[in-house]
Every structure is written in C-alpha cells, then in structure tokens.
C-alpha cells in the first residue's frame, strides 16, 4: 500500500501511512520522490508540530519524566541514557539537553551516578559516530571519575562517540579502567575497545583476550568477548582465526 501511494504521487497520505506504521525509510522515500521537496517537508514538519501539540504526547512526556524521577540504580541509569535514542542526531544540542543530568563540576560530583553515568552514556547514542564536538569532554570525564558506575557509563558513550577510529591513545585511557579489574566498569571497557576497533581486526583483540584469561570477573569477560568479536566486524575470512581460538577455549564465556 505504502509502495502504490508513492507510485501514484499521494505523497501526504504515504507520509501519514508511515509515520502510523514507523517506516522511516519510506518516509525518506517519500520526500525523495515527491514533487516539490520543500513543501513535502514542512508537511511532515506540520504533522510533527500536530502530535506534539496533542494533550496525549504531553502526558506521555511528563509521565515519562515522572518516572525517571522515581527511577533508582540501574534503572535510573537505563531511563537516563534512553533519553540519548530519543535525541539522537541533535549534534547541537545534545550536551545542552543532557546537562540536568550530566556530573556538575567534575564527575562524581554529588549528583546520582546512577543517573550521571546514564547521561554519559547517553551523550555517546547521540554523537554516535559523530563524536568529534563530545569525544574530549567525555575523555575529561572519564579522569575525573573512580566511581565505577560513571565509568561504566562514559566508557561506552565514549566507544560510541569514536567508534571505528581506532584512537590510540583513548584505547589506552579505556584498558587504564579495564586494569582496575572493576566488574561494573571494565565490563564496559571491554565494550568499548571493541567500538573504538570495529572492524580493524587489531592485533589489539590478543591482549583483550589475554586479559580475559586473567582476570575473575565473568562480567569483564563477557565485556571482552563481545569486544573482541567487534574488532573483526564484517572481516569475513580474516575472522577464521580468532573464531576458531575463542570456540576451542576452555571459557564458556569466551
């Protein structure tokens, strides 16, 4: 149905039609092959002005804010770093929308870590892959912290943030928290060195995996599996190797 409006040029009703069924690639479809662009999306601007002014939206909002409010511990952590799908993209604006929840004067300042670690991890979902304009208030933050959940928090907002960059010297400050053999933080260390090597099929990936061997902590072991794993992304034959040492290991974790 969504494929017959297009091709008969019923360009507003398609756009109605995916936003009730949430196919954002046919909206993108839409707009593409409409007539006139400019018009076609201040329609779908004025359909989105429609459902944010309906009373229905903002109950769901201030619901939404009243519960993280109530939220505690890894729940509190889980609603915060939601708010970075929500926002995701908004470059601009993102560490201002974050900022109630940010760490005020230096992580671990006083505030929830619960809900600061969140916010961290929340910034790295928004600048994902666009990490230039937080990367370095994240790495600020990332020294200003021992407290594990902010750790663990900012560790993977920063993988996020420079996934695929292959930053040496933030893998280093990353395996810095991985070697406090913290089950909370180097859990997420372990992620986030997979992030920042995605695809590179580093010989990086043998020292995760020597430390997954040293250490007790099953949380950083699963940590690394998964980063180890991201590290020959997409690498096909390349990957045989290191699959083939990880099935035989005697970690069933691993």
Same mark, same amino acid.
């Given at each position: 149905?969504?494929?017959?409006?297009?091709?008969?040029?019923?360009?507003?009703?398609?756009?109605?039609?995916?936003?009730?069924?949430?196919?954002?690639?046919?909206?993108?479809?839409?707009?593409?092959?409409?007539?006139?662009?400019?018009?076609? *999306?201040?329609?779908? *601007?004025?359909?989105?002005?429609?459902?944010?002014?309906?009373?229905?939206?903002?109950?769901?909002?201030?619901?939404?804010?009243?519960?993280?409010?109530?939220?505690?511990?890894?729940?509190?952590?889980?609603?915060?770093?939601?708010?970075?799908?929500?926002?995701?993209?908004?470059?601009?604006?993102?560490?201002?929308?974050?900022?109630?929840?940010?760490?005020?004067?230096?992580?671990?300042?006083?505030?929830?870590?619960?809900?600061?670690?969140?916010?961290?991890?929340?910034?790295?979902?928004?600048?994902?892959?666009?990490?230039?304009?937080?990367?370095?208030?994240?790495?600020?933050?990332?020294?200003?912290?021992?407290?594990?959940?902010?750790?663990?928090?900012?560790?993977?907002?920063?993988?996020?943030?420079?996934?695929?960059?292959?930053?040496?010297?933030?893998?280093?400050?990353?395996?810095?928290?991985?070697?406090?053999?913290?089950?909370?933080?180097?859990?997420?260390?372990?992620?986030?060195?997979?992030?920042?090597?995605?695809?590179?099929?580093?010989?990086?990936?043998?020292?995760?995996?020597?430390?997954?061997?040293?250490?007790?902590?099953?949380?950083?072991?699963?940590?690394?599996?998964?980063?180890?794993?991201?590290?020959?992304?997409?690498?096909?034959?390349?990957?045989?190797?290191?699959?083939?040492?990880?099935?035989?290991?005697?970690?069933? *974790?691993?």
């Amino acid at each position: 149905m969504l494929d017959k409006c297009i091709a008969d040029a019923k360009y507003h009703q398609a756009i109605r039609m995916v936003i009730e069924c949430r196919r954002l690639d046919k909206l993108e479809e839409a707009v593409v092959w409409s007539d006139n662009v400019h018009t076609t *999306i201040n329609y779908c *601007i004025d359909v989105s002005y429609s459902f944010v002014n309906k009373r229905e939206y903002r109950v769901v909002l201030a619901n939404l804010l009243y519960w993280l409010s109530r939220a505690t511990n890894w729940a509190k952590f889980s609603a915060t770093a939601g708010l970075g799908v929500i926002h995701r993209g908004h470059l601009q604006q993102g560490r201002s929308l974050m900022a109630p929840y940010l760490p005020q004067g230096g992580a671990g300042s006083g505030g929830s870590p619960y809900s600061e670690g969140g916010a961290l991890y929340a910034l790295g979902l928004i600048y994902a892959n666009h990490g230039e304009g937080i990367k370095q208030f994240l790495r600020e933050s990332l020294h200003n912290t021992n407290v594990e959940v902010i750790q663990h928090g900012v560790c993977l907002g920063l993988g996020l943030a420079a996934i695929r960059t292959a930053d040496d010297d933030i893998f280093d400050e990353i395996k810095i928290v991985l070697y406090t053999d913290s089950a909370v933080a180097g859990e997420a260390a372990g992620i986030s060195m997979g992030l920042l090597m995605v695809g590179t099929a580093s010989e990086k990936a043998a020292k995760m995996l020597a430390y997954a061997h040293e250490t007790q902590h099953e949380k950083i072991i699963r940590g690394l599996a998964l980063g180890i794993a991201l590290t020959v992304y997409g690498r096909e034959e390349e990957a045989d190797t290191l699959i083939e040492q990880m099935t035989r290991d005697q970690d069933p *974790i691993l």
